[in-house]
């Protein structure tokens, strides 16, 4: 009996505070139903059956088109999306990416897609810096044998002295110039075995030549490029004088009026302070994801004559590709809405076009046509 009760007297109390706090109530019980995904048990204007059936009828138009049938090598094809002009707020892409998953599924590898999602362009970008890396490596390798291996250097009777310069535009490409400089400098000097010396940095009293690296991006924009003749004279004048190597560093610069450059209106100005004036321009300290060069310069002590230069590809420019597209997939969702006593009406065109990307023609257009009428509101998630 003592066991009963205490085993009895923890269900009374738990019933008791139910009972005291709102009653006993049934659990809720969630019931899911698996259904056809063309099927639309709620209704609501828009359904996954018009997305499959969007899919389903335009992939096989799009695949008969003589532009793939008579292609031998796959067409490349960028996706601008879909437009959403309807009054329902739903992810607009859904149709572009289940078209997308059809033609890849149908095509027999005859179209190519890019992928253009954000996801996918980080892990991409990562991917192709690191591969930089390794090709400027490479790069610098292939140009310090280049170098070394020209009569000047193969042929010299004596050890040839070279002082390194500070890299030239380093503000245009944002670059690190003393990596690539240390890096050219072991590999020059391993290629050149035992026909360089170089000078300490700072020091090129006694150069024979001087070794130059001017940065420079593929562009159509003007820039403020430094003139590489300036540059090294300039140089020369602050180490005379006892000055250091960055000419942005603070000092107070040379403005006589001696050897004039022009840089478009801008006549009799000094050049060292025409190069500060370029060099601390903020508006040209820039990174532009464009292809960023370096171009590697041999100059003459005696007559500032160029001796050998090569330009090497530092840093390529990452695209997604699309500009290599032939055609363009777009779509759009266009809607005719009424409502009257809680009712509404819709009737959806859902269209998509295949574009030229040269031309900017038309080349293919499709659409699909729907009325639905719905008695309750439908939120799209």
Do not use: H
């Not at 700072?202 to 159509?220: I, K, R």
């Amino acid at each position: 009996m003592r066991f009963f009760i205490r085993s009895v007297f923890p269900i009374l109390a738990v019933c008791a505070a139910a009972i005291f706090f709102g009653g006993c109530q049934s659990p809720t019980v969630t019931k899911t139903v698996e259904v056809n995904p063309d099927d639309d048990p709620l209704g609501g204007a828009i359904s996954s059956g018009d997305v499959r059936t969007v899919a389903s009828s335009m992939a096989p138009a799009i695949l008969a088109l003589p532009e793939f049938s008579s292609q031998a090598e796959p067409v490349r094809i960028a996706v601008a999306g879909f437009q959403n002009n309807s009054r329902f707020i739903i992810d607009k892409n859904i149709f572009m990416r289940k078209l997308r998953m059809e033609l890849n599924q149908y095509s027999a590898g005859k179209l190519r897609f890019f992928a253009q999602e954000s996801n996918v362009a980080k892990t991409r970008g990562k991917m192709l810096t690191e591969r930089q890396r390794v090709a400027v490596r490479e790069q610098i390798a292939k140009t310090a044998k280049d170098l070394a291996g020209i009569p000047l250097v193969a042929k010299a009777e004596k050890p040839l002295k070279i002082a390194l310069l500070p890299g030239i535009n380093t503000n245009l490409v944002d670059m690190n110039a003393d990596s690539f400089t240390v890096m050219m400098r072991s590999a020059l000097g391993k290629a050149a075995a035992g026909k360089i010396n170089f000078l300490m940095p700072g020091v090129n009293d006694g150069a024979d030549y001087y070794l130059v690296g001017q940065f420079y991006v593929e562009s159509t924009k003007r820039e403020g490029i430094v003139n590489p003749l300036d540059y090294v004279d300039v140089i020369r004048t602050r180490l005379s004088n006892g000055q250091s190597l960055d000419i942005t560093d603070g000092r107070v610069p040379n403005t006589s009026n001696k050897n004039p450059v022009v840089v478009g209106t801008n006549v009799n100005i000094g050049r060292e302070s025409e190069l500060v004036k370029i060099m601390r321009d903020q508006q040209l300290r820039n990174s532009p994801n464009l292809n960023k060069y370096l171009n590697v310069m041999l100059v003459a002590a005696a007559d500032k004559t160029i001796k050998f230069e090569d330009s090497l590809l530092v840093d390529a420019k990452i695209t997604d590709k699309t500009e290599n597209a032939t055609y363009i997939l777009s779509g759009q969702i266009s809607s005719l809405s009424q409502r009257k006593q809680g009712n509404s009406s819709d009737y959806l065109l859902i269209s998509v076009q295949l574009t030229d990307s040269a031309s900017n023609e038309i080349i293919w257009e499709k659409d699909y046509e729907t009325k639905r009428v719905t008695q309750a509101g439908i939120v799209y998630q």
